[in-house]
């Protein structure tokens, strides 16, 4: 059934609902009249909903804070009243009165296929299609008024953010224009214009972030010292926490966005951050040129910079013509096998006993492999 009124007090009293719950007090439905009213179907027993709920709590205090004509109706999936009491005391706004039929009716109503769900009915009688947790979740306070305009306009300040050229931007707002360094001086975001920078997204709990800022260090230094280099690095921690964050930084020899800044949630929103370690690399242009730095990295170290497909392209060119110019098979002096040339993404030299990687000549039979130049020929 297609819901054509968005006046929810109409909708309520069709149903038969007399008043709404704000605490312990009864209140006239028709208190929402003139505001952005959100449904909120949720229940105690839901994990994902007890997560949403303290979330959203921060975000109506917000919302009220500011004058907004804003409010949420709860309908509770509770199984009883007993818990619908439980779960209604942690809200700080109304609820429809516990009645298992009536939830029932009104989120078939709306097509409510899961909780926690979130509907907007805007004063306007404009509502959004979706779910609003999602928007919510990706923009907290800022989403208001979950209109589909005001998500398109969101989606156009990431967008602007992201291809806008403007470093500082993006790793500012109006309460903070520095990043820190790993001894918790404030850098102003000014020095970056005109850098190569990579934003690392990485946490100190995931054992591949860990292995992989090593690599980074690595990096990094080299470029550092090789003193031409514009090149930065700034930290977009997901550390689960402030101590986390600082165990983080403390290994780490680049700058960082600080731990209590949501420009954190907006990186990864904005990059579309889904796993980490990620590295985000934005040119001296400021406008982003990969987010697959971590393999570009990990592939080429230094030799990678400044990131750009041109340089793949040509790093790529280069180990094609070293390859060509090495023999396909060799037998080397110090072992009994043939060796054959072979690409290998990491290996350990058996003469040198460093790390290598790329050209390998490798045994067939057993694990060996050598550096093409530790190789001896014998004929
Ligand atoms: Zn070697
Ligand atoms: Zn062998």
Not at 25 to 34: A, E, M
Not at 222 to 249: A, C, H, P, Y
Not at 318 to 336: F, I, S, V
Request: aromatic residues 10%.
């Amino acid at each position: 059934m297609a819901v054509h009124s968005s006046n929810i007090a109409t909708v309520l009293e069709s149903e038969g609902v007399e008043f709404l719950l704000s605490g312990d007090t009864r209140v006239p439905l028709l208190s929402c009249n003139g505001k952005t009213v959100c449904l909120y179907f949720s229940a105690n027993w839901c994990r994902p909903c007890k997560a949403l709920t303290p979330q959203l709590v921060r975000l109506y205090e917000v919302l009220r804070l500011e004058g907004k004509e804003f409010e949420i109706i709860f309908i509770s999936f509770d199984r009883d009243e007993e818990k619908f009491n439980e779960h209604f005391k942690c809200m700080p706004w109304l609820a429809v009165p516990f009645d298992a039929n009536l939830h029932k009716r009104l989120s078939d109503m709306y097509r409510i296929d899961r909780i926690p769900s979130l509907i907007s009915l805007s004063s306007d009688g404009i509502s959004i299609e979706e779910d609003l947790v999602g928007l919510i979740e990706d923009y907290g306070a800022d989403a208001f008024p979950f209109t589909n305009k005001r998500r398109e306009e969101l989606k156009a300040a990431d967008e602007a953010k992201r291809e806008g050229g403007k470093i500082e931007e993006l790793l500012t707002h109006q309460g903070r224009n520095h990043v820190l360094s790993s001894d918790g001086r404030e850098i102003q975001a000014s020095q970056l214009v005109g850098k190569t920078v990579g934003l690392y997204f990485g946490a100190h709990w995931s054992p591949p972030c860990r292995a992989f800022t090593s690599k980074l260090i690595e990096a990094y230094e080299e470029l550092m010292t090789s003193g031409d280099q514009d090149f930065e690095i700034i930290l977009v921690s997901t550390d689960r926490d402030l101590k986390e964050f600082e165990l983080n930084t403390s290994s780490m020899p680049w700058l960082a966005i600080p731990y209590q800044d949501k420009t954190r949630q907006d990186l990864c929103r904005i990059f579309d951050i889904k796993v980490i370690p990620a590295l985000v690399l934005i040119g001296p242009n400021g406008k982003a040129i990969s987010t697959n730095g971590k393999a570009m990295v990990s592939l080429y170290g230094a030799k990678a910079f400044p990131f750009t497909e041109a340089r793949i392209t040509e790093l790529e060119a280069e180990l094609r013509k070293e390859g060509e110019a090495l023999p396909p098979q060799l037998k080397d002096l110090k072992h009994k096998h043939l060796l054959k040339l072979e690409m290998a993404k990491a290996f350990v030299c058996d003469y040198c006993q460093k790390q290598g990687r790329f050209w390998a000549f490798s045994c067939g039979v057993c694990d060996y492999d050598l550096h093409p130049n530790c190789v001896e020929k014998s004929l």
